[in-house]
């Protein structure tokens, strides 16, 4: 077991290190004052997609900091075709130090082409789309000229469960028709986003992993509507955000379907995997930096004659931070080199491991450094109200900790001869 990352990963997390110090630090708390400003005057504007991001993107792109997301082995056919925005080949381990770096900054992975959800659909495009799939969304999203989002969640039933979706996807000749609601699908606000990749019910009669299918749907196809944006605790996330997506009646070529009708099961668990270490070190970067604002906090004010970090037991969080941030990122670098050597299957239990674990820390860090820092931890002048939100939601996407909980202990007893 090596934790170690290669040179060439070295080199890249310095670059980005350096990058977000010198270019995206300096004009972040501008960029959201702006998306602020925007929402109050009305209008809609906070939706689009302010300039500085793309000038960012830019300087990202041009010194090679751009889909670094994208898994090893995949730039063999397609080094030539995509030049630099094929990423740099990295491993889910050497991925992970520079995933953790884009997390203390809320518009870092966006500058870097590496945001969700759109890191998840390219790596679905990119291993399972064909050529035709490739040519009309996997190349414009490498290039960022796009947006795309996932519509998997519905209203009307425990979403824990995937397979309770209602959303038909049903086959009829050479189309495919979906009727149905999903909602919290991220990114359907951004002025941007032109594809969703829909999980819907295709075959109520197959087994309940063949059931359902995904399917590519421009967002301009008859039958979309963008019924609401919806609020996670007041925060919208302009200008990506989570909306509800009524499908009504809605058409496409039976071709939009990715790898066939019936696999969508099977292309989540391979999109899975490396998604949630990618959230889990993103938590990780989020819970550092906001553990360096409780430290800023404590030893720049004062109360009761003393400095706030020498009041209340303040030095000992300090120290149990520390230690939760050292534990988990342990915990995910361990499911990251096992993804690597084994694939997904090799990491079952690891992956759902740190799927509870990192969201559960983040939030006891950002909640000691909004404490520490009174009212003002609880407005937009810090960015910690909305990490806590962020980090809070995190316990819901991807799974409930109650689904990977179940999972984890299935497969500790499976060890003792124990069955479901």
């Not at 990119?126 to 050529?131: P, R």
Request: aromatic letters at 6%; one cysteine or more; proline letters at 5%.
């Amino acid at each position: 077991m090596d934790f170690s990352p290669s040179p060439r990963a070295q080199e890249l997390t310095a670059l980005v290190a350096d990058f977000i110090g010198t270019e995206i630090e300096p004009v972040e708390a501008d960029y959201v004052a702006e998306i602020a400003r925007r929402r109050a005057a009305g209008g809609g504007e906070q939706w689009q997609e302010l300039p500085v991001l793309k000038e960012l993107q830019a300087k990202a792109r041009a010194r090679g900091l751009w889909n670094l997301f994208l898994p090893a082995g995949h730039e063999g056919p397609y080094a030539q075709r995509y030049g630099t925005l094929g990423g740099a080949g990295l491993t889910n381990l050497d991925y992970a130090p520079i995933a953790e770096l884009t997390g203390r900054s809320f518009i870092a992975p966006y500058v870097f082409n590496c945001n969700a959800p759109d890191t998840g659909n390219m790596e679905v495009l990119l291993k399972y789309g064909d050529q035709a799939q490739k040519d009309r969304w996997l190349d414009p999203l490498l290039r960022a000229e796009i947006r795309s989002a996932f519509l998997m969640t519905e209203p009307a039933v425990a979403s824990s469960d995937a397979t309770n979706m209602e959303l038909t996807a049903v086959v009829d000749g050479d189309s495919i028709v979906l009727n149905g609601t999903k909602w919290f699908s991220t990114g359907v606000g951004h002025d941007d986003c032109e594809i969703f990749i829909v999980m819907g019910l295709t075959d109520p009669d197959a087994d309940r992993h063949h059931r359902h299918s995904m399917v590519l749907v421009p967002r301009d196809t008859p039958g979309v509507e963008i019924v609401r944006m919806l609020s996670t605790m007041g925060f919208y996330d302009e200008p990506h955000g989570h909306g509800e997506v009524s499908l009504t009646d809605v058409r496409v070529p039976l071709d939009h379907v990715i790898s066939g009708p019936g696999e969508a099961f099977a292309i989540a668990q391979g999109r899975l995997g490396p998604g949630r270490v990618h959230h889990c070190m993103r938590l990780i970067g989020l819970a550092e930096k906001s553990l360096e604002l409780a430290i800023e906090r404590g030893t720049s004010r004062q109360a009761f004659g003393k400095r706030l970090i020498d009041l209340g037991g303040n030095r000992e969080r300090v120290a149990r931070a520390r230690i939760a941030i050292n534990a988990t990122r342990l915990l995910v670098l361990d499911a990251a080199w096992k993804l690597d050597v084994g694939g997904s299957m090799n990491a079952i239990s690891e992956v759902s491991q740190i799927k509870v674990a990192a969201p559960q820390m983040a939030l006891e860090v950002i909640d000691f450094a909004m404490q520490i820092h009174g009212g003002a931890g609880l407005t937009d002048d810090f960015p910690l109200a909305a990490a806590w939100t962020g980090a809070r939601s995190l316990r819901f996407a991807d799974g409930p900790d109650e689904v990977h909980l179940g999972l984890v202990a299935r497969l500790e007893l499976m060890k003792h001869g124990l069955s479901r």
